[in-house]
């Protein structure tokens, strides 16, 4: 199987590459993957992917151990002998039991090495700090969740396409939550992190500057991102954008 899917991801949006004869995982990660503003590809077999990387290397590329045509490893090795893919960022998959393999699979240069069955959130998080590290100007200014975008360069945010405009408190709130899904942070921590250590505020005007970032995000009937815990405090919802 071979797909395409640009979805609501802008056009300079980093691309990543799946290589994984598990359909069903494929299509996991690329659910998610989307979700956060990737463009995603993916290719079932080792000699198939060997063509596109040869032909039009993406930016990161998630690569099975065990794959029918290539394996995975000696795709790996072979990235790393090319002048143009040297340095591509490279995320290994092994199934469990095959942990032994790990040394070999860093020792042909994988950057990073997970073993199946793995959390989603776990490699999501290995895929960002990757980008981070390669290209962080393409990574630290955008960050995407769901169907929201926030522009750190140009304080722009936007939802499903359309601008939404928000006070300069509002924005700093959604920057600092939006980095953490599903971290809750107290009101006095919130304080600190979006008005500064030294003011002397009531906590009460966190409600109110929440209250506002939510009307301004969410029209209609869409999910509100901002999840509240009573007696707790605010967060970025985890699960938004992902069912
Ligand atoms: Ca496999």
Redesign the pocket.
């Known amino acids: 199987m071979t797909t395409q899917m640009a979805g609501r991801s802008p056009a300079n949006a980093p691309r990543i590459l799946i290589v994984?004869?598990?359909n069903p995982l494929v299509l996991l990660l690329t659910y998610n993957l989307e979700a956060e503003g990737f463009i995603v590809e993916s290719s079932e077999r080792g000699d198939d992917a060997e063509l596109r990387l040869l032909e039009n290397p993406p930016d990161l590329v998630i690569l099975?151990?065990?794959?029918p045509g290539i394996p995975g490893i000696e795709i790996c090795r072979r990235l790393r002998a090319r002048e143009a893919t040297r340095t591509l960022p490279v995320i290994m998959l092994t199934a469990r039991g095959e942990e032994g393999e790990r040394i070999r699979g860093l020792s042909v240069g994988a950057d990073d090495y997970v073993v199946k069955p793995f959390s989603v959130p776990e490699l999501m998080a290995r895929v960002r700090a990757l980008l981070r590290r390669v290209s962080p100007e393409r990574i630290a200014g955008k960050l995407h969740a769901g169907d929201i975008e926030l522009d750190r360069n140009t304080h722009r945010v936007q939802r499903a396409g359309r601008n939404i405009h928000l006070g300069p408190t509002e924005f700093r709130l959604l920057d600092y939550m939006i980095e953490k899904p599903g971290r809750i942070f107290t009101r006095s921590q919130l304080l600190d992190a979006v008005w500064g250590m030294a003011v002397d505020i009531d906590e009460r005007t966190v409600d109110v500057h929440v209250g506002r970032l939510r009307k301004a995000l969410s029209r209609g009937r869409e999910p509100d991102p901002i999840r509240t815990v009573r007696g707790a405090g605010y967060g970025f919802d985890e699960m938004f954008g992902r069912n």
């Open positions: 994984e004869d598990e099975d151990w065990m794959l």
